[in-house]
């Protein structure tokens, strides 16, 4: 038998860094559901301006200026960018909304989806070649969609949006040479004045529920914060991963989300959502597989 080979030290943290950030991202249903009461909208405008905030000290220790002034710069790179800041904002828009609504179960089946829409926009928009397995993962999604629709008389659109918009962001941000935290910092500061006028006008309507409660306005200011940390170890694991260990690693985050909606939302799972959801998780496998397949082979020691 051969012996086994050493673990590589950076493999182990980057997975690790993996594990951190899906689990964090999973586990953000059990931290907006304490917005009892707060509308989404108040949420996504704090959590624009507080993870804003919360990035400038962060750059700042980290000396990670220069990119950030290099895109400032370029008028071209903010178009871009500007577009990654009005999808990721949906998303997390709807995101909220899906949380505070106790629709957790559609905000899991659109990150499930997540992966077969970027397939699907790859294909649609950058004339990529698709394998064979991907094309029968991608149908087997659209079909699970279509059952849902004719069986229930009603789209999963929550699930749609999301997995539509954080696709077509994946979509824009290739196309932004910024590394993770930098774009994340760009996208807020573009979306920061828009923030912050939304935050003094209902300031002035009376509406705003900041500092009207301690506890609450604190979990406001964090919400902000804990949208970078679980980018920050993602960061630090793509630098140390494939890309494919990491696209199994990222099935971490919904699955949590869907236990979490079962066993502490205690949300229904009707038989039409069970079939839904294992069209997907089939149509995941084959893709996984598919991408597993066309990995580089490393050469033998």
Known sequence: MLPSAPRDPEAVKGVMFGLTAYTMWGCFPLFFALFDGIPAFEILIHRILWSCLFLVGLISVLRRWPPVVAALVEPRRLGRVLACALLIAFNWGIYIYAVESKQVLQASL??????????????????????RLQLVALGLASLAIAVQFVMLGELPWISLLL???????????????????SGLFVETLLLFPLALMALSWMSWQGTSHFLHDVPMSAL???????????????????????????????YINPSIQFLIALTVFGEPLGLIQLVTFLMIWTGLALYSWSSWQSRPRQAAA
Do not use: H, W
């Open 163 to 181: 997995a539509l918009s954080f696709g077509s962001y994946g979509l824009f941000r290739k196309q932004v040479p910024l590394d993770g935290l």
């Open 110 to 131: 659109g990150y499930f989806l997540t992966p077969l829409v970027n397939v699907a926009l790859g294909m649609l928009v950058l004339r990529e070649v698709m394998a």
């Open 220 to 250: 406001l200011v964090v919400s902000g914060i804990l949208t970078a940390l679980p980018l920050m170890a993602f960061a630090g694991a793509a630098r140390r991963l494939r890309l494919a260990t990491l696209g199994f690693l990222m």
